[in-house]
């Protein structure tokens, strides 16, 4: 019985692995994360912005919008408080590589096709294993169309992809009006995985103060859900695997993942919460639980709850939604 798994090319011997995040900032917390069982580091992202600073020395446009809007310059100062530019981004590349053994898998988070994208060159000589790319755009004039919005980042995948020879996972929100669609569409694109889901950050509103009030929650298990659905429905409608990133905390959230088409598992709430040994809890509690259900391997459960395997999911999902509403008692 064993917990193996190929992401991206990669053979791990577990799927869990930690998530983006600044976890992998700190080379002591790096080597526990690898001695509890993580069977790779990804990194924090490098985002498109610092590049482009760094090369242009201009951060978005946010000079046109101070005037009618007074907090843009404020942005700056928080941009500023980014930890890693572009340089010591590569230098924590090489150290968390020299630091373990498993591989380390880099991180970039940009939506501009543009000249930012060739840093992934220097993200690949720097040593990485593999690449993850973080597609976080929110389209927010209605001149925009969601053809539109997925042609730019479908293109930003293409140029990343043509920049190295490096696995690149692409990871996307689910926020598009035909996910399967643009899924199949990054996999053309030259996409070797899907990581579903990032997080969009959703800030708050202080009603006393009037102000918006950035704030990042961890996730809890319900996150997970969200994911169960896409993964189950994308599972073997596209040729590429996908790791799940957002509300795994047990061992349980891992089998669900898997079944629902997982290759690979990313945490970040749940080690932040629990500190990076959870990870050894989970592999011990999977392969306890593989064990009771006479299971040899993942491989064997992978997609076993693929809503691909209705014959009619569309139909599915209606009747379960209505059944849902109407089986509720007050
Ligand atoms: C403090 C923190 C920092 C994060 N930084 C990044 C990042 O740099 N790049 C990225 O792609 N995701 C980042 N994430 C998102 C995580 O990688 C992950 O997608 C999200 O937290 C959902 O997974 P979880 O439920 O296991 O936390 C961050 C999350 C947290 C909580």
């Known amino acids: 019985m064993n917990l193996k798994t190929t992401y991206l090319g990669l053979k791990l011997d577990t799927p869990l692995m930690a998530g983006a995040s600044p976890l992998a900032n700190d080379l002591d917390m790096v080597r526990r994360l690898e001695d509890a069982g993580s069977s ?106 969601g053809e539109a919005v997925e042609r730019q980042l479908l293109d930003v995948v293409r140029m990343v992809k043509a920049c190295v020879t490096l696995p690149v996972a692409v990871k996307v929100s689910p926020f598009f009006t035909s996910l399967c669609h643009f899924a199949k569409s990054l996999e053309a694109a030259g996409a070797d995985a899907l990581v579903l889901f990032n997080r969009f950050y959703q800030p708050d509103l202080d009603i006393e103060a009037l102000e918006v009030e950035p704030s990042l929650n961890l996730s809890s298990p319900s996150t997970l859900r969200l994911r169960l659905r896409w993964l189950a429905m994308l599972h073997s409608q596209i040729g590429i695997p996908m790791a799940v990133s957002g509300g795994v905390h047990t061992a349980e ?36 639980w593989m064990e009771e259900h006479e299971y040899d391997s993942l491989d064997q459960m992978r997609g076993s709850l693929s809503l691909t395997k209705c014959p009619n999911p569309q139909a599915f999902e209606r009747a379960n939604y209505m059944r849902v509403l109407a089986g509720w008692k007050a």
């Open 40 to 145: 790779a580091i990804v990194m924090p992202s490098l985002f498109e912005e610092q590049i482009t600073r760094e090369q242009f020395g201009t951060i978005y446009d946010l000079e046109a919008g101070s005037e009618s809007f007074a907090e843009a310059t404020t942005y700056f100062a928080r941009v500023d408080d980014l930890r890693l530019g572009p340089d010591n981004y590569l230098d924590q590349v090489r150290k968390v590589k020299a630091a373990v053994k498993v591989p380390v898998i880099a991180s970039l988070n940009g939506v501009t096709p543009s000249g930012w994208v060739e840093f992934a060159t220097q993200i690949q000589q720097a040593g990485a294993d593999a690449l993850e790319l973080n597609l976080y755009y929110l389209a927010t004039t209605p001149l925009e169309t």
């Open 253 to 288: 959230g891992a089998l669900k993942a898997t079944m629902a088409g997982a290759t690979a598992v990313q945490l970040v709430s749940a080690l932040l919460l629990h500190g990076p040994e959870l990870i050894e809890t989970l592999r011990r509690d999977l392969l306890q």
